[in-house]
């Protein structure tokens, strides 16, 4: 393990240093207080695994081709199952965990 992460770190870009425990236990316990199912909608199992980093979908009014930096956003959570690789996304905003994490 220790070795994996050493190879891992050895690119030269900077990598996020992901979200703390604390984070991670937050945003699951958000989950969990909504009903969200612990079986995978799509193979039944129950593997999710939390991403270490959030989602930051851009939204577009069109489809030009440009990519829009910095305007509107849905930033959100990921769970993935550990068996099909489905993800799931949740909204950071209508779990009421949106700016929270300034700072850190
Ligand atoms: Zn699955």
Redesign the pocket.
Known sequence: MAEQKAKSDAGSAPRSRGLSDERKKELADALSARGVRAD?P????R?WTLLDAYLNHNLQAELTGALVIGGPSVPSLAIV?G????LSQHALGALGLLGQDRGE
């Open positions: 995978c799509m193979c039944g199992q593997k199952c068996n099909c690789g489905f």
